[in-house]
């Protein structure tokens, strides 16, 4: 560290804090590949994981919660099981190209846009990107609160706690550090498997869903808006800079691409599970005709208590907290590397604070302005986050197109450049989120072609 420590400029290249952080990182990755046994293939994979893991659970936020909770109470077990599924799938294909993206660039997602586009569309996305990302942050907070709110905590105590978990994830100075401690916090969200459980499900329901994609809902408004809303609930813009930057601050390279996607697919099966049993949990609402359209996460809790007990409505409310939480660090730092990457300044969390105020304080701003919009009253806390995420839909396509792009270009990628199968999977994404903006921009515009739509 010393030896570290005391080096100096030399021409135009400076060693800094950041460097020698990721330099020890990287050296315990290159220790665990050399010695070749299954342990340290094992510590090899505890190394090289975090990025994906945590860009799945991170978009199992409040927002996405909300969307798969109020689909098992308006629909119950039916078409939206394996439809979800789907999703998490879409999410696997593009998230991968992310990962080749930072391992061969070593740059992230702004900076390449800026680079190989020009500064217009540079710009344009990491703006594009923070509307996107302030807006969610308004929902993970109105999450937090309203999960706490389950408990008694009063609505400033709970945002001012939510801010400080975030400030204390942050001060670890230690890209490294802060993952770990996400990442426990992340596996929270798992926490929706036992609720699930609770509610003692009809097995045989669930397994008929998935082999038939029965019963189908009506095709109506209401049913494409959850639609968009499940589909933004699991694919969305922001996903595609923090797990790139995330790539490139964790010193990833392109031996590790393979690992990348373990990380990648194994964070997507933890959040689907996640989904799928929060869908599970909440259909006995469905069941017993109660009306979810007013509910909010806590009134979620609430109203499960009387079917499940208190100690499951309890995890419900936490399990919404969570999901608040790491989406507030997760998504929050997507837009610091954003502008960190775009207006050329240090970017990373081997920063500390007098060397990256820049990056942190577009993390706290963005953090702290959200939570004080949260405690103003009367919010339709459910319709808001619905929108959200149709929101976050809607604005995918052009966000993939500049993705498929960069992937695709030869003298940025090299030999991990996309083969054909991920560029035929990735236009058929792009696809079918076109087709679906486009029948709920049409059953907003002319509701009545779907009024009438049989079961």
């Not at 199992?60 to 109470?73: C, F």
């Not at 779907?450 to 079961?455: K, Q, V």
Request: net charge neutral; charged share 10%.
């Amino acid at each position: 560290m010393n030896l570290f420590a005391n080096l100096k400029t030399r021409g135009n290249f400076v060693i800094t804090h950041e460097d020698i952080d990721r330099a020890h990182d990287r050296a315990r990755v290159l220790a665990a590949r050399s010695r070749g046994n299954w342990f340290s293939r094992f510590r090899l994979l505890w190394l090289l994981i975090g990025p994906g893991i945590l860009v799945m659970l991170g978009e199992n936020d409040g927002p996405s919660m909300l969307a798969y909770a109020a689909t098992g109470a308006k629909f119950g077990i039916g078409f939206f099981l394996p439809f979800i599924v789907l999703t998490f799938v879409m999410a696997i294909v593009v998230q991968e190209m992310t990962v080749r993206l930072g391992a061969a660039t070593q740059r992230g997602h702004a900076e390449l846009i800026f680079e190989r586009f020009g500064p217009f569309w540079g710009w344009f996305s990491m703006i594009d990107l923070g509307i996107g990302n302030f807006l969610t942050l308004i929902t993970e907070f109105i999450a937090i609160r309203a999960g706490l709110g389950f408990f008694g905590v009063p609505p400033w105590a709970a945002v001012l706690a939510a801010l400080a978990l975030l400030y204390t994830a942050l001060m670890t100075h230690r890209y490294w550090t802060w993952e770990r401690i996400t990442l426990a916090i992340a596996a929270f969200n798992l926490v929706f498997i036992p609720v699930a459980l609770l509610t003692h499900p009809d097995w045989h329901s669930v397994g008929h869903a998935f082999a038939s994609w029965q019963p189908l809902p009506r095709m109506e408004q209401d049913t494409l808006l959850i639609v968009l809303a499940d589909i933004g609930a699991t694919v969305t813009p922001w996903m595609l800079f923090f797990q790139q930057s995330a790539t490139v601050d964790k010193g990833m390279t392109r031996r590790d691409v393979g690992f990348g996607r373990v990380d990648t697919a194994l964070g997507a099966a933890l959040a689907a599970a996640a989904a799928l049993a929060t869908v599970i949990a909440t259909t006995p609402l469905f069941t017993h005709h109660m009306s979810a359209e007013h509910f909010q996460a806590a009134e979620f809790a609430q109203a499960l208590r009387p079917l499940i007990g208190n100690v499951g409505a309890s995890l419900f409310a936490l399990g919404m907290v969570e999901a608040g939480m790491v989406a507030c660090v997760t998504i929050s730092l997507s837009s610091a590397y954003a502008f960190g990457e775009v207006a050329a300044r240090p970017h990373s969390l081997n920063l500390p604070v007098r060397q990256g105020k820049a990056f942190y304080s577009v993390v706290f701003l963005l953090a702290v302005l959200a939570a004080l919009i949260v405690l103003i009253p009367g919010l339709p806390l459910v319709y808001v986050v619905l929108v959200v995420n149709v929101i976050a839909v809607l604005a995918m396509p052009p966000a993939l197109a500049f993705l498929f792009l960069l992937a695709n270009d030869r003298e940025l990628m090299g030999d991990v450049v996309s083969p054909t199968w991920a560029n035929v999977l990735a236009a058929a994404v792009v696809v079918f989120l076109i087709a679906a903006g486009v029948m709920f921009g049409i059953s907003v515009i002319a509701p009545h072609l779907f009024a009438a739509s049989p079961r």
